[in-house]
């Protein structure tokens, strides 16, 4: 079995959720098939036209598998000499789309990951240039139409493409995003805190709307108790709420830059609460870690990892903002209420740790 994963690559440090999957995927792949990894000259203020087209360059390995950055001809020529059974478009990028042109050639099995929807995503960013909105229209109407395989990551996020394509039930497979054991065993190291102020987790882009940072903010400001917010973040917050953060007596803001793997978890271990106030989530791999950590979350029920939430149980969802204050009135109450919450958080590592992720993986593979 020869497998051809196509996509962004990140070899350590800071991940976004597709990078950190496509990451786990590979690793856990080249030691089972023949694979190697392609990723593309991307930055147009870096490489020039003919490396964009004709570059190929070693960008690294793990075990048997290889990853290269390439042009846009070199990466088809590459294929198919590859000659791949499957080619696994495992983050949206948009070179990818050449890859289908190996079906002209021989056949091959084609898997596309749907992290997000980009169409939708532009239409929530006031600043996606027209260019990039047609681009981004043509790519991924030709990635869900010729895709053998489509993976989705929740039912939520089935639901939001359908509003935007139309393809078959049969190509639909939903395998949510897998945690990282570092996260569980910060979830056993963790100490049971007995401190009156909720320490707070957001992690997200301060800035996208869609995140909901500047909704949290505001609803945490309105009940009577006082939280530390700890925002992992590379941006600044937006100038709309910089004053109001400046000038809040209730909360105690700290902007965390992300982290690696082992620093971030480390770093949960003495949180109490971990918020996605998002309208707009695939999935939310931040959340399912925190709760390996021992967190317990609190999610929009727009996060599509919602589904693995017994409400009052294992976690919390929510609506509207009346119903977040109340939950975290009733967490600041009742610190008995999160121990317990936090231990039965904890076990969603036994349902999607990467071992058992992967297994998802391997019979899309067959």
Same mark, same amino acid.
């Given at each position: 079995?020869?497998?051809?994963?196509?996509?962004?690559?990140?070899?350590?440090?800071?991940?976004?959720?597709?990078?950190?999957?496509? *990451?786990?995927?590979?690793?856990?792949?080249?030691?089972?098939?023949?694979?190697?990894?392609?990723?593309?000259?991307?930055d147009g203020r870096k490489y020039g036209v003919l490396?964009?087209?004709?570059?190929?360059?070693?960008?690294?390995?793990?075990?048997?598998?290889?990853?290269?950055?390439?042009? !846009?001809?070199?990466?088809?020529?590459?294929?198919?000499?590859?000659?791949?059974?499957?080619?696994?478009?495992?983050?949206?990028?948009?070179?990818?789309?050449?890859?289908?042109l190996c079906q002209l050639f021989r056949k091959v099995?084609?898997?596309?990951?749907?992290?997000?929807?980009?169409?939708?995503?532009?239409?929530?960013?006031?600043?996606?240039?027209?260019?990039?909105?047609?681009?981004?229209?043509?790519?991924?109407?030709?990635?869900?139409?010729?895709?053998?395989?489509?993976?989705?990551?929740?039912?939520?996020?089935?639901?939001?493409?359908?509003?935007?394509?139309?393809?078959?039930?049969?190509?639909?497979?939903?395998?949510?995003?897998?945690?990282?054991?570092?996260?569980?065993?910060?979830?056993?190291?963790?100490?049971?805190?007995?401190?009156?102020?909720?320490?707070?987790?957001?992690?997200?882009? !301060?800035?996208?709307?869609?995140?909901?940072? /500047?909704?949290?903010?505001?609803?945490?400001?309105?009940?009577? !108790?006082?939280?530390?917010?700890?925002?992992?973040?590379?941006?600044?917050?937006?100038? /709309?709420?910089?004053?109001?953060?400046?000038?809040?007596?209730?909360?105690?803001?700290?902007?965390?830059?992300?982290?690696?793997?082992?620093?971030?978890?480390?770093?949960?271990?003495?949180?109490?609460?971990?918020?996605?106030?998002?309208?707009?989530?695939?999935?939310?791999?931040?959340?399912?870690?925190?709760?390996?950590?021992?967190?317990?979350?609190?999610?929009?029920?727009?996060?599509?990892?919602?589904?693995?939430?017994?409400?009052?149980? *294992?976690?919390?969802?929510?609506?509207?903002?009346?119903?977040?204050?109340?939950?975290?009135?009733? !967490?600041?109450?009742?610190?008995?209420?999160?121990?317990?919450?936090?231990?039965?958080?904890?076990?969603?590592?036994?349902?999607? /740790?990467?071992?058992?992720?992967?297994?998802?993986?391997?019979?899309?593979?067959?």
């Amino acid at each position: 079995m020869k497998i051809l994963f196509a996509g962004s690559y990140n070899e350590g440090g800071s991940f976004t959720g597709p990078e950190k999957v496509a *990451n786990r995927i590979f690793k856990s792949a080249s030691g089972k098939y023949e694979t190697a990894f392609a990723t593309y000259f991307s930055d147009g203020r870096k490489y020039g036209v003919l490396k964009k087209l004709f570059g190929k360059e070693k960008s690294g390995s793990d075990e048997t598998g290889k990853v290269y950055r390439f042009g !846009l001809l070199s990466i088809l020529m590459f294929a198919l000499r590859f000659k791949p059974d499957i080619i696994h478009i495992i983050t949206y990028e948009r070179f990818a789309l050449i890859l289908f042109l190996c079906q002209l050639f021989r056949k091959v099995k084609f898997i596309y990951n749907v992290h997000g929807i980009a169409v939708y995503e532009n239409n929530i960013n006031e600043n996606a240039d027209t260019s990039l909105r047609k681009r981004d229209s043509i790519c991924e109407k030709i990635f869900f139409r010729y895709s053998d395989i489509l993976v989705f990551l929740s039912e939520l996020s089935v639901k939001t493409a359908r509003k935007f394509y139309e393809f078959s039930d049969t190509k639909v497979v939903i395998i949510p995003n897998g945690i990282d054991k570092e996260f569980h065993e910060a979830g056993k190291s963790r100490n049971v805190r007995n401190e009156n102020i909720l320490k707070v987790v957001f992690i997200g882009e !301060l800035k996208k709307r869609e995140k909901g940072f /500047n909704y949290l903010f505001s609803a945490l400001g309105k009940p009577d !108790l006082s939280t530390e917010l700890y925002a992992v973040s590379n941006s600044e917050p937006d100038k /709309n709420i910089s004053g109001e953060i400046e000038k809040s007596d209730k909360i105690n803001f700290h902007l965390i830059s992300k982290m690696d793997t082992e620093k971030f978890a480390e770093f949960l271990m003495d949180k109490d609460i971990y918020v996605s106030a998002s309208f707009y989530e695939q999935f939310s791999i931040a959340a399912v870690e925190c709760m390996a950590a021992g967190l317990v979350p609190v999610v929009s029920s727009e996060t599509g990892m919602s589904s693995y939430i017994n409400n009052g149980i *294992n976690g919390f969802v929510y609506k509207n903002e009346n119903e977040l204050i109340s939950i975290l009135e009733k !967490l600041n109450s009742n610190r008995k209420l999160v121990s317990e919450i936090s231990g039965r958080a904890k076990l969603i590592y036994n349902e999607l /740790n990467m071992n058992i992720i992967f297994e998802k993986y391997k019979d899309l593979y067959k």
